[in-house]
């Protein structure tokens, strides 16, 4: 929710790590296509494909807040995906349906270990979010103790 | 900046001794034949009455933390927790305090003839 | 200013977040259904609270130690559901994001937790006083 925090808490260190997850597992879809599309010569517009990059963006937690620590604290979103420009590999095939006037295919600029480098990072980060979440309920739960 | 309760507790700690410095002995009979000089201990309804506030304020500070918590406007976890237990612990001290006395001057009540 | 007031305040703390609780769960439940926009029940205010405070006091027990009755309405002092606004809807119209209900699932059980730990110690040194502070 976007209520606004009083004190850099539990709550709001649950909603940063939320956003997290979420911003991750986008960042894992826009991979997923890279690997599908890996070899797609011609795409929607008749152009080969182009990959993906995640472009994210960070807003503030508590905008406004007068905490000093709380202010600094941002979520994180998935703005929208940006086209990488540089062109793919030229393949020499005159038979491909395809390839070009001088029997050249252009495929898409997907490098499967890259792609499957940048899965792992965001998988590990995915983690690594999950674990900062229950740390934060533990945290909470040992509070809780002390009015006990 | 929430306010630290621990601060209510910690004024406690720092109550005057009960023989004020400077006079060498609380029981000692006014010298110089001052007349009417009060004794220069304080007295224990001075203490109690202090603890009392204290518990008061404590008791004031943790009901306002506990509906911030339950009105879901507060975030402060910890915070609330520690200063519900310290008006709690506020609260028996005064109560034990009080029992002491209590059972002390029947003690006496009882010796006396 | 009751000696119960405190507890009837954290009770009703305790329905909201039990409310909210099912609606998240239900939330969860429909994470591939089309067109489905996550609900949630509005954060409350002081004069939210306040209301649905008179009402909790007015549909208990009447040997209820507390103010007698409310004039306020059951229906208009109901916490109020609304739709999610920072749901953003995929192709299928379906706006549930896993990751934002299980941490807001988190963090509304947190604040029961919190909650009903703050009722058994308020209910606890009430007996407590009620025992002429002796034994516990």
Do not use: C
């Amino acid at each position: 929710m976007s209520h606004k925090f009083t004190v850099a808490g539990v709550f709001s260190a649950m909603d940063v790590a939320a956003s997290g997850l979420t911003a991750q597992r986008g960042r894992m879809n826009v991979i997923a296509s890279n690997l599908a599309n890996a070899q797609t010569t011609k795409g929607a517009d008749g152009s080969p494909y182009k990959r993906l990059d995640p472009v994210f963006a960070s807003t503030p937690v508590s905008p406004g807040s007068f905490d000093a620590v709380l202010k600094n604290v941002h979520e994180v979103h998935l703005q929208g995906v940006r086209a990488d420009p540089t062109p793919g590999q030229l393949v020499y095939d005159p038979g491909h349906p395809d390839a070009n006037s001088a029997g050249y295919v252009q495929y898409p600029n997907v490098n499967v270990v890259t792609e499957m480098v940048n899965l792992m990072t965001a998988s590990r980060a995915y983690e690594a979010e999950v674990s900062s979440i229950e740390s934060i309920k533990s945290m909470a739960r040992a509070a809780l103790k002390i009015g006990q | 900046m929430p306010v630290s309760p621990i601060t209510e507790l910690a004024r406690t700690r720092e109550t005057e001794p009960l023989v004020r410095t400077g006079s060498a002995d609380a029981f000692a009979p006014p010298s110089g034949g001052a007349g009417a000089s009060e004794p220069s201990a304080i007295s224990f309804g001075d203490v109690l009455g202090r603890l009392v506030e204290t518990a008061n304020r404590a008791d004031a500070v943790a009901g306002q933390k506990m509906d911030a918590l339950a009105s879901g406007a507060g975030d402060d976890l910890h915070g609330t927790m520690i200063a519900v237990k310290e008006a709690d612990i506020s609260v028996k001290l005064v109560a034990s305090i009080r029992t002491k006395l209590l059972d002390a001057f029947n003690e006496i009540w009882k010796t006396s003839v | 200013m009751g000696l119960l007031d405190a507890v009837d305040r954290l009770h009703v703390g305790l329905d909201y977040h039990l409310a909210r609780h099912n609606l998240l769960t239900s939330n969860l439940t429909h994470i591939d259904t089309p067109n489905y926009k996550p609900l949630d029940l509005q954060r409350p205010d002081g004069t939210a609270f306040h209301a649905a405070m008179q009402v909790a006091l007015a549909q208990t027990d009447p040997a209820h130690i507390g103010p007698a009755t409310s004039s306020k309405p059951a229906a208009e002092a109901t916490w109020k559901t609304i739709e999610d606004p920072t749901a953003s809807p995929g192709y299928d119209g379906n706006a549930v994001n896993i990751d934002r209900e299980s941490a807001k699932i988190a963090a509304n059980q947190l604040r029961y937790d919190a909650l009903a730990s703050l009722v058994g110690g308020e209910l606890s040194g009430l007996a407590w006083a009620a025992n002429d502070g002796r034994s516990g």
